[in-house]
């Protein structure tokens, strides 16, 4: 089964630091037939892109850049978001996703909130 699995949100405080895990099975998040990606959705709108790494080359959104960084743990089959110098806008649920020639997956999202 083709899954992908994320944790690691909760709550925190501004300036706080995160990490989000994707947990793949089904496929690898290191081969170069995926580009994996992160998304963050606010209530009422569209899913916006925050970050992707495809055959190691990585890209952010302006939002995010110089705070987020996107990475892979190939022995855990693994994608990472790390989530540093937060602040209540990054508030959002946040969505892995692996895109593929033939495979346009999710994960069930997870839930960042940062309030003081």
């Known amino acids: 089964q083709v899954q992908l699995v994320e944790s690691g949100g909760g709550l925190v405080q501004p300036g706080g630091s995160l990490r989000l895990s994707c947990a793949a099975s089904?496929?690898?998040?290191?081969?170069?037939?995926?580009?994996m990606s992160w998304y963050r959705q606010y209530p009422g709108k569209e899913r916006e892109l925050v970050a992707f790494?495809?055959?190691?080359?990585?890209d952010y959104a302006d939002s995010v850049k110089g705070r987020f960084a996107i990475s892979t743990d190939n022995a855990k089959n693994t994608l990472y978001l790390q989530l540093n110098s937060l602040n209540p806008n990054d508030t959002a649920v946040y969505y892995c996703?692996?895109?593929?020639?033939?495979?346009?997956?999710w994960g069930q999202g997870t839930q960042v909130t940062v309030s003081s």
């Open positions: 996703k692996a895109d593929g020639r033939l495979l346009h997956l």
């Open positions: 790494i495809s055959e190691g080359a990585t």
């Open positions: 089904g496929l690898t998040v290191s081969s170069p037939l995926y580009r």
